[in-house]
């Protein structure tokens, strides 16, 4: 691992927002693609602060502020990830599900849709039913649906159910995601797609859609 990586990944784990920055301008500015000092920096560090909360290690204020370590790189990160100025191929709503406040996978797919030329309407965290419902009334063509607990996945099934109900299904794909979700549970649930990361989320909507 390469030295502003590796104080990328420490400065994650210490929640230490200042570090994190500092280090992911630098390798920045040494040249490193945005893509592998998310990878390598940020996604990596966040996978271990999952793991140091399982193993009794990290507490959730541990996992905060190392969230919010996390979110201070991928600002900087974010104008170089989303290639702007290109046509829009669809329309995005996409949130957390009800009862879900992560947001951070969320949002870097949302980062990765519109530098794909997707456009975004972010409905947030902890985003009922209906909200989704309103939204493809309101017109987009591609719902996307994240969650990040095992208890909040069952919303995602309520949420399809919901448009559904609504007589929407069929005007709109519907692509869910995160940590604990699979591609099984997407045919269960009777999603379009399921993609495990950002850039096959993109890959999916862009054949949803197309
Ligand atoms: Co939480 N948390 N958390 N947490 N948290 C997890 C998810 C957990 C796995 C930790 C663990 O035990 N190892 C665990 C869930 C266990 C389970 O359900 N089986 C857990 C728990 C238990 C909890 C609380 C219940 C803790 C508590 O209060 N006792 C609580 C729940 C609060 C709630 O939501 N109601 C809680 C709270 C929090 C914080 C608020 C402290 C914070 C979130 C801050 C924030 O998001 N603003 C937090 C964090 C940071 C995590 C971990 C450590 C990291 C999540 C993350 O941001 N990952 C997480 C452990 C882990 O996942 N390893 C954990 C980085 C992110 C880039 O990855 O979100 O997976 P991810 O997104 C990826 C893919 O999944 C995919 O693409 C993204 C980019 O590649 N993807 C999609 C995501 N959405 C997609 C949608 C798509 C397609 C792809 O299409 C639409």
Do not use: C, W
């Not at 997707?118 to 409905?123: A, G, M």
């Not at 009922?128 to 591609?142: E, I, Y």
């Not at 709109?172 to 269960?188: C, D, F, L, N, S």
């Amino acid at each position: 691992m390469e030295s502003p990586l590796k104080e990328i990944y420490q400065g994650v784990l210490d929640g230490d927002m200042g570090a994190v920055q500092t280090n992911v301008q630098a390798a920045i500015d040494a040249g490193m693609p945005a893509g592998d000092v998310l990878q390598s920096g940020l996604i990596a560090a966040m996978g271990e602060v999952g793991q140091l909360f399982e193993d009794g290690e990290y507490f959730v204020p541990e996992m905060l502020i190392a969230a919010r370590a996390m979110k201070a790189g991928l600002a900087i990160l974010q104008p170089l990830l989303v290639d702007s100025g290109v046509e829009p191929v669809g329309k995005v709503a996409i949130g957390t599900v009800k009862g879900d406040l992560h947001d951070i996978g969320k949002n870097l797919v949302a980062m990765m849709l519109e530098g794909a030329g997707f456009e975004i309407v972010d409905l947030g965290t902890d985003v009922a039913p209906d909200q989704f419902v309103a939204a493809v009334k309101d017109g987009v063509n591609l719902v996307g649906l994240s969650a990040l607990l095992t208890t909040t996945m069952p919303s995602m099934a309520t949420t399809i159910q919901a448009l559904d109900a609504a007589g929407l299904r069929d005007k709109v794909k519907v692509m869910i995601g995160g940590a604990p979700v699979t591609a099984e549970y997407a045919r269960q649930i009777g999603a379009d797609g399921f993609a495990p990361d950002a850039s096959q989320a993109v890959t999916l909507a862009k054949s949803l859609v197309g």
